[in-house]
C-alpha cells in the first residue's frame, strides 16, 4: 500500500474478500492514499461481467422466440398437408 500514490477525487477499487478471497489480507476496508485518493472494496462485478450476462440472456430470448417461430410454422404446414 505504500506505493499506490492518487490524486484527491480519485478511487481505485479493488475485489471484496467475498468476491475474491486472495484480497482478504486487505480486511474489505478503504485507505486513503498518498496525495489523498482512495483504495476501496468493491462487491458488485465489473461492468463487462453485467453486459456479457445481459447479452446472453438476450441471445436465449432470441434463440427461443426463433425456435418456437418455427415450431408454429412446421405444425401448421403439417396441418396444410
Known sequence: MANLHAPTGVRIYYAASAVNGFNSYLMDKTYILDGGGLFL?????????????????????????TRATRSV?????????
Open 41 to 65: 472494496p468493491a462487491t458488485v462485478p465489473e461492468p463487462n461481467v453485467l453486459l456479457l450476462a445481459m447479452l446472453g440472456v438476450g441471445f436465449i430470448r432470441v434463440w427461443r422466440r
Open 73 to 81: 410454422q412446421e405444425r401448421e404446414s403439417i396441418r396444410a398437408k
